[in-house]
């Protein structure tokens, strides 16, 4: 069982640039493919993000491409989400998630979720 921690979320400025972090804890995820979900206020949750476990491939929505970017720590104990020029539409509690299949994970283990708001 893997438990996932996100943290970095607030409030920022459209334009503006947060970090978001998810440790993992409880085994390791060397062998997970890591993952980046969303939900804003009356939508369904939309996946973001994805990083293979050796962290040669990334994915995401078209709607971030360019913006935010995945990575994960060489331990793989830790991954992140780097979201530069931050849009209103970008508002949301952002989940960190772990799974087998790339790019959309099939999510075995989610976070509790960070949120993120950007004021315009």
């Known amino acids: 069982q893997v438990q996932l921690v996100e943290s970095g979320g607030g409030l920022v400025q459209a334009g503006g640039s947060l970090r978001l972090s998810c440790a993992a804890s409880?085994?390791?995820?060397?062998?997970?493919?890591m993952g980046w979900f969303r939900q804003a206020p009356g939508k369904e949750r939309e996946f973001v993000a994805a990083?293979?476990?050796?962290?040669?491939?990334?994915y995401y929505v078209d709607s971030v491409r360019g913006r935010f970017t995945i990575s994960r720590d060489n331990a793989k104990t830790t991954v992140y989400l780097q979201m530069n020029e931050l849009k209103p539409e970008d508002t949301a509690v952002y989940y960190c998630?772990?799974?087998?299949?790339?790019?959309?994970?099939?999510?075995?283990?989610w976070g509790q979720g960070t949120q993120v708001t950007v004021s315009s």
């Open positions: 990083i293979t476990w050796s962290g040669g491939s990334t």
């Open positions: 409880g085994r390791t995820i060397t062998s997970d493919v």
């Open positions: 998630a772990a799974g087998r299949t790339f790019p959309r994970l099939s999510p075995r283990a």
